[in-house]
């Protein structure tokens, strides 16, 4: 049977390539991993070594699951952003009321912002 080619729908762009897929690296491949998407799209494109390297990932848990993948697709990034994007110590408690989960993730935007500034600052040419 013949697998079809077909973009994979990342960070609002169409993904073609492995190149492409670290461009726009985001957490919504975390989603795609987990619907079976990634891998059907990695197969498509024949990227078979990717592929083999999903197999098997523990996907209950977004932080190590986003770092194995970071792995897999040689992608670097920092700790930092990292540590903001992952964090679930800061989370709303349960039944919390709307404003309380806005403020929260408004913290949390707040955090993600500064940790991407930290990094773009310190590997700006000097």
Known sequence: MKLIKFDL????????SLDELREHFSAEIL????????????RSRGLTEQAAALD???TSQDDPL???LCKVFEVEIDELILSA??????????GASAKQVEATYGQMIAEIDAALEK???DRAPK
Request: hydrophobic share 45%.
């Open 9 to 16: 729908p990342l960070d609002g762009s169409k993904i073609k």
């Open 85 to 94: 994007m992952f964090d679930t110590t800061q989370a709303a408690p349960a």
């Open 119 to 121: 990094v773009i600052r």
């Open 31 to 42: 989603g795609h991993c987990r619907s079976g998407l990634l891998l059907r799209w990695l």
């Open 56 to 58: 098997g990932l523990d």
């Open 66 to 68: 986003f770092r194995a």
